[in-house]
DNA sequence: AACCAGGACGTGA
DNA sequence: TCACGTCATGGT
């Protein structure tokens, strides 16, 4: 009964908080020493406290689009290291400097404009909670992305399903091959407690988990949850 | 040396 | 609505 919950309680109890999302600067971060390794928090849900960790997550979750972190991490300090890791600090780079900074993360001529066009559109949030329709209105926002933002940078309940929560649920059984994504979302929605923090925590556990079973296909088998849904 | 990574957009059926 | 090509660097 209600797998998805004990799913959630069983990777919670094996991996522990993840401490989504990383921010290059927060209370305990050392950012000028290395990557931002450090950057992750776990147990504290009252991130992001400003303006400009908001727009880091947002900023993270573009460029964090079809690319492994690790590339976006040095995207992100690369424009940490030239004081720029902020609205105001993207908006006096050049395009072509932008682009240069995140060139790591791949996609970088339609992120850097992704991200142009972001911003206008956050600083006329001033403040303000956005809907998740005004996210998806924003070119280069689309499902994922939005419920990423509305989820750590908003604190927003959104469920965020991306292609590990796919290929996982759909390994074990639970979800079909050609669900879409407002399906797989309501699944997990309607089956947890409105809490944004158990929705960051278990987005954040899937994508632990999947990096230890299913990166490689002959690896699915061994994935402890099978073990989990046949009982 | 393929394959994939914390996807989204534009196009054409 | 939905399948398909495109965007691009970097790690395994």
């Not at 009252?46 to 690790?70: H, K, Y």
């Not at 992100?76 to 050049?94: D, Q």
């Not at 998740?132 to 992305?145: A, D, K």
Request: charged share 30%; proline share 5%.
């Amino acid at each position: 009964m209600n797998m998805i919950k004990k799913i959630y309680d069983k990777l919670l109890k094996d991996y522990g908080p993840q401490g989504w999302w990383p921010l290059v600067e927060h209370p305990g971060s050392n950012p000028t020493k290395s990557g931002a390794i450090e950057g992750y928090h776990p147990g504290d849900y009252s991130l992001p406290t400003t303006d400009t960790q908001r727009f880091e997550i947002c900023l993270g979750a573009i460029l964090t689009q079809n690319t492994s972190w690790v590339t976006v991490e040095k995207s992100i300090l690369n424009l940490y290291r030239i004081n720029s890791l902020s609205i105001s600090g993207i908006k006096k780079l050049s395009d072509g400097k932008l682009r240069e900074m995140i060139k790591p993360a791949g996609y970088y001529n339609q992120k850097a404009r992704y991200i142009k066009e972001f911003i206008v559109f956050f600083e006329k949030l001033d403040g303000k909670v956005p809907s998740r329709e005004e996210l998806l209105s924003v070119t280069g926002i689309g499902p994922e992305t939005a419920d990423s933002m509305l989820l750590y940078a908003f604190k927003q309940p959104h469920f965020v399903v991306d292609a590990y929560t796919k290929r996982i649920f759909i390994k074990i059984g639970l979800i079909d091959k050609k669900a879409n994504y407002d399906e797989i979302k309501k699944l997990f929605e309607d089956n947890l407690d409105k809490d944004y923090k158990v929705y960051q925590e278990y987005h954040a556990l899937i994508v632990e988990h999947a990096k230890r079973y299913y990166l490689k296909k002959t690896n699915y088998g061994k994935c402890p949850l099978l073990k989990l849904i046949k009982k």
